[in-house]
Nanobody
């Protein structure tokens, strides 16, 4: 399973971005999907997750500003980032749990990351 993230870039404070992450490869089913981020000199942290049923969970620091969604048919997860702050600057990584075939166990996969820079 490969995860390809896109949509990062340079944005001014208060601006918006939408990140996308598409899963591809040998996929039987995808469970939870999510976004994490890692700022320079800091540990990777959870940003938001979404279950296959659509239930969402957010870090307190992004609640009310970010929105996670998914398109099951496209095996894609999105993250809408609004009201961006300089402290949101980080590499954003997508993540998912997936099975490669019916009888396989569930494994966890990471994308390559996309850089979001919030600066004036």
């Amino acid at each position: 399973v490969q995860l390809q993230a896109s949509g990062g870039g340079l944005v001014q404070p208060g601006g918006s971005l939408r990140l996308s992450c598409a899963a591809s490869g040998s996929i039987f089913s995808i469970g939870d999907m999510g976004w994490y981020r890692q700022a320079p000199g800091k540990q990777r942290e959870l940003v938001a997750t979404i279950t296959s049923g659509g239930s969402t969970n957010y870090a307190d620091s992004v609640k009310g500003r970010f929105a996670i969604s998914r398109d099951i048919a496209k095996s894609t997860v999105y993250l809408r980032l609004n009201s961006l702050k300089p402290e949101d600057t980080a590499v954003y990584y997508c993540n998912c749990d997936a099975k490669t075939h019916r009888w396989a166990g569930t494994s966890n996969y990471w994308g390559q990351g996309t850089l979001v820079t919030v600066s004036s």
